[in-house]
Structures are given as structure tokens and as C-alpha cells.
């Protein structure tokens, strides 16, 4: 399974970035999925978390009401759209895919499979 991710950047406070990720060489449908971030310094944290259904998701307190994740079965793509950005969302942010939604919220660590990071960066 090999994960890509994109639309990362640059955004003032108060502003919107939308996140993608494309999953191939895999069954899109048989995995959970999630969004994690890592700011320096700091250890891997779980965002948000959509199960293989999509119709259970997860959220970290800080991003409640400001994040949504989502997901395209069709186009074995999940997202996350962010709005009202601070500066303490910066940070670089992963995708990863594994079997149990759950478990990926609760133990990052664990995810089985992961795209390369995207750069946030979140001006004051």
C-alpha cells in the first residue's frame, strides 16, 4: 500500500488548507484512515480518523470544529479540510492507513502504513 499526500503550504492565521491523500497499490476500501501531525520537538500525534466506512471519525480536541476529514471511495482519496488555522497547527502532517480506526486514533505509533509528510505552517 503506498499512500501520497499533498496540499500542504503556507496560510496565515484564520486561513483554510485542504489536505489530500491517494492511496494505491491497495484495497482502499479495506483500510481505516487518518491524519497526523508532528511539530518539532514533539511526538506524532493523531488529528483526525475516518473508519473504512466513513461513517465513524475521530477528532483530536484541539482541531474540533475547525477540521474535517473525510473520504472517496472512488477515488481511494481521503482529506482533510482545514479551517481556521492557528499557529499551533504547524506542523508536518501524515497520512496513514491501517485496519482499525481506533486503534489509529489511539496509538499513532502503530499504524501500519504511511505517506510522506506535508508541511503546514501556520503565520501569526
Known amino acids: 500500500v503506498q499512500l501520497q499526500a499533498s496540499g500542504g503550504g503556507l496560510v496565515q492565521a484564520g486561513g483554510s488548507l485542504r489536505l489530500s491523500c491517494v492511496v494505491s497499490?491497495?484495497?482502499?476500501?479495506?483500510?481505516?484512515m487518518g491524519w497526523f501531525r508532528q511539530a518539532p520537538g514533539k511526538e506524532r500525534e493523531s488529528v483526525a480518523v475516518?473508519?473504512?466506512?466513513?461513517?465513524?471519525?475521530y477528532y483530536t480536541d484541539s482541531v474540533k470544529g475547525r477540521f474535517t476529514i473525510s473520504r472517496e471511495n472512488a477515488k481511494d482519496a481521503v482529506y482533510l479540510q482545514m479551517n481556521d488555522l492557528r499557529p499551533e497547527d504547524t506542523a508536518v502532517y501524515y497520512c496513514?492507513?491501517?485496519?482499525?480506526?481506533?486503534?489509529?486514533?489511539?496509538?499513532?505509533?502503530?499504524?501500519?502504513?504511511w505517506g510522506q509528510g506535508t508541511q503546514v505552517t501556520v503565520s501569526s
Open positions: 496513514g492507513a491501517d485496519l482499525d480506526a481506533w486503534t489509529m486514533r489511539n496509538s499513532p505509533e502503530t499504524v501500519k502504513f
Open positions: 475516518v473508519s473504512r466506512s466513513g461513517s465513524i471519525t
Open positions: 497499490k491497495g484495497t482502499f476500501a479495506n483500510y481505516a
